[in-house]
């Protein structure tokens, strides 16, 4: 059984960066895909990005492209999310989520496994 511990959030200005960490315990790590997914007060959970098990093949939402980046360090059994030129609409709980297969997914109900999440906070 997979066990996700985020962390590394926090507030920060408009145009600043984070990087995100889950940490993950229980499995063997690279049979898993990672994703980070985030929700925001009154909206719903949504796709952030997601990484293969073996780091090859990576996905964005399009909200994200060019600003972001993951991932992940086998070794340490962690994921990482560099978020980069934040911005006010970034601001959201952030999950990080764990599915068992070789293809990275982008809907929540992909992912069995998920952390408790990280608040992040742009402020304007």
């Known amino acids: 059984q997979v066990q996700l511990v985020e962390s590394g959030g926090g507030l920060v200005q408009a145009g600043g960066s984070l990087r995100l960490s889950c940490a993950a315990s229980?499995?063997?790590?690279?049979?898993?895909?990672m994703g980070w997914f985030r929700q925001a007060p009154e909206k719903e959970r949504e796709f952030v990005a997601a990484i293969s098990g073996g780091g090859g093949s990576t996905y964005y939402a399009d909200s994200v492209k060019g600003r972001a980046t993951i991932s992940r360090d086998n070794a340490k059994n962690t994921v990482y999310l560099q978020m980069n030129s934040l911005k006010a609409e970034d601001t959201a709980v952030y999950y990080c989520?764990?599915?068992?297969?070789?293809?990275?997914?982008?809907?929540?109900?992909?992912?069995?496994?998920w952390g408790q999440g990280t608040q992040v906070t742009v402020s304007s």
């Open positions: 989520a764990a599915r068992l297969g070789t293809v990275p997914k982008t809907m929540t109900y992909d992912y069995r496994t």
């Open positions: 229980g499995t063997t790590w690279n049979n898993y895909v």
